[in-house]
């Protein structure tokens, strides 16, 4: 049988991992939220001190790692490092920033390439990331290109830090944005950028209600459910 697959790219804080995983429960698909697992990679890097853009020190290092997934009840995909639950820890605004880096590398993305694909063919899927739709998963049923203005992005992610309790200027985070889309769009390893047959869905000004059903709709007129 074969499975369907939905492919969700956008920069971060466009609100990809919300939307996803409220879509999945609705459309009954498997979540699968990529950058989680390079957030893992990215910890385990920051954790033993090390230079996050120097090849020759993170290489050796995954094939050390044992990266776990499993999926709760609630639709959420708790990640492993080495048997430890590190869901929060991967989390932090210092991971984010290691992960950026630490995903430029052409060597780890291919280690995560055919882990991603393989859930692609055993699962109907619904994932979201960078390269989605350009890269790990052409074929996929339905592309969509989320996005939203920097400083839209910024107000997200500066509210859902203060829920945590986690210290920020809003010009922190904004700069932070700002930083992460130049890196993840320029660099030369699977940049981020739209698919040519990926629809465009921009969320600035948008709730969360209506965002969910702008991609409900794009969803259900490719999908025909
Ligand atoms: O979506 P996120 O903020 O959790 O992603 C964290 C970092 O991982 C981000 O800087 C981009 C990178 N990433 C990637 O390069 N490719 C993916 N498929 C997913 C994430």
């Not at 050796?60 to 430890?84: K, S, T, W």
């Amino acid at each position: 049988m074969s499975y369907r697959s939905i492919a969700i790219d956008g920069p971060s804080g466009a609100g990809k991992s919300t939307l996803a995983r409220m879509l999945a429960q609705e459309l009954g698909f498997l979540y699968v939220d990529t950058g989680a697992i390079y957030r893992t990679i990215g910890l385990a890097v920051l954790r033993r001190g090390w230079d996050p853009s120097d090849a020759a020190q993170v290489l050796p290092l995954l094939n050390e790692l044992d990266i776990g997934m499993r999926y709760e009840d609630d639709g959420v995909q708790h990640m492993f490092l080495n048997g430890e639950d590190v869901t929060q820890a991967i989390r932090q605004n210092a991971v984010s920033q290691y992960t950026s880096q630490v995903s430029a590398l052409p060597e780890v993305r291919a280690f995560l390439l055919e882990r991603q694909r393989e859930l692609a063919r055993t699962h109907d899927v619904i994932m979201d990331g960078r390269d989605i739709g350009t890269v790990v998963l052409p074929q996929a049923d339905v592309k969509i290109f989320l996005t939203a203005s920097p400083e839209d992005r910024a107000q997200r992610r500066y509210a859902e830090l203060k829920e945590r309790g986690q210290e920020a200027s809003f010009a922190s985070v904004l700069q932070d944005v700002k930083e992460r889309d130049a890196r993840d769009t320029g660099r030369a390893a699977a940049p981020l950028r739209q698919a040519e047959d990926a629809r465009r869905a921009d969320t600035s000004g948008l709730t969360l209600e209506e965002s969910l059903r702008l991609l409900l709709d794009i969803i259900k007129e490719t999908l025909q459910v």
